[in-house]
């Protein structure tokens, strides 16, 4: 008795000491039903590719992917991998992507600073020299290194298609400095910036403008560019990225498990059978 009245009363203390901060939270993500969500899921090759085109052409120009080489879009599981090239630095297609961008080298010569278009085994460049230009070029912000963003945040890929589709115009009474927009589902606390009636409302400010737009990306598979798509694609793109055997892994354990099945199925047999004339 004394001990349920013990426990009663610590959760009672959980309750009130807990959800004190509400009025800052910001907005769920919006759930997506994502190809690669579940056991069996797998990544959807056709978006991971167009969320390589958004990242490459719109993403690109703020973000880095430290961890990313040309090469990984085609490795097994990379969304250019080409069983006709196991080897992902001769798959063509990959090496034609990677030639498209332009990285720094040194003249082994002159030991100048050149630049030069880059190969399958090239790093993803970065935008930015450093982490003061990168500042510098966005209002004092870091856009974030992009390679694990999704393991990063709470939400995963939910949350990077809802920051990107999240925009809204702010309600009057909200005092958004320059340089800044409001965003239902980015963290924050907009309690000081409020001037209107009631609670301030959820979410934060984000220093990066909204960057996506309808047609701003020309998909090569025709899938219509809306905001929505590229947003979807893109934080697909990033899923994989942040999580690139995702796909292996699970096949792998799909494989595991019938396996186990089977052997199960075989153990109960012979048992059956050792055991057949012997009572027990
Ligand atoms: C013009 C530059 C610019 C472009 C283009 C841009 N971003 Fe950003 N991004 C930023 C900046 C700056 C921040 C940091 C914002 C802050 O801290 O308030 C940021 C932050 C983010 C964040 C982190 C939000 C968080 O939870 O902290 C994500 C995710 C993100 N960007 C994704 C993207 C994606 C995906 C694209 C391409 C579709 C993109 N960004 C394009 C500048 C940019």
Redesign the pocket.
């Known amino acids: 008795m004394l001990r349920k009245v013990i426990a009663l009363a610590a959760l009672g203390l959980a309750f009130v000491g807990g959800p004190a901060s509400a009025a800052s939270e910001p907005e769920e993500p919006k759930s997506v039903a994502w190809s690669f969500a579940g056991p069996f899921g797998k990544f959807d090759t056709a978006q991971v590719q167009r969320g390589y085109k958004?990242?490459r052409e719109?993403?690109?120009?703020?973000?880095s992917m430290d961890l990313m080489y040309f090469r990984n879009l085609g490795q097994k599981s990379g969304p250019f991998f080409d069983p006709e090239y196991p080897n992902p630095t001769e798959n063509p297609y990959v090496k034609a992507l990677a030639k498209d961008i332009q990285v720094n080298d040194i003249d082994q010569e002159t030991g100048d600073t050149i630049q030069r278009a880059a190969t399958a085994a090239d790093k993803f460049p970065s935008p930015f020299p450093n982490e003061a230009a990168?500042r510098a070029?966005?209002?004092g912000?870091?856009?974030?290194d992009?390679s694990v963003?999704v393991k990063a945040?709470e939400g995963g890929a939910d949350?990077?298609y809802s920051?990107?589709v999240g925009y809204e115009t702010p309600p009057p009474g909200l005092k958004v400095a320059p340089g800044?927009y409001y965003n239902p589902y980015?963290?924050g606390d907009l309690a000081a910036y409020w001037t209107g009636k009631g609670h301030a409302p959820k979410g934060g400010?984000?220093?990066?403008?909204p960057?996506?737009a309808d047609g701003k990306v020309t998909f090569e598979d025709g899938k219509a560019s809306t905001v929505d798509q590229?947003?979807k694609d893109?934080?697909a793109f990033?899923a994989w990225a942040s999580d690139p055997k995702q796909t292996e892994r699970k096949q792998f354990g799909l494989g595991a498990m019938i396996y186990l099945l089977i052997f199960t199925a075989l153990l109960w047999f012979s048992y059956k059978r050792v055991w057949r004339n012997v009572a027990h």
């Open positions: 958004v990242y719109v993403c690109a120009a703020c973000h990168a070029s966005n209002g912000a870091l856009p974030p992009l963003i945040r949350y990077i920051i990107l800044q980015m963290a400010f984000i220093a990066m403008p960057p996506l590229q947003a893109v934080s990033l």
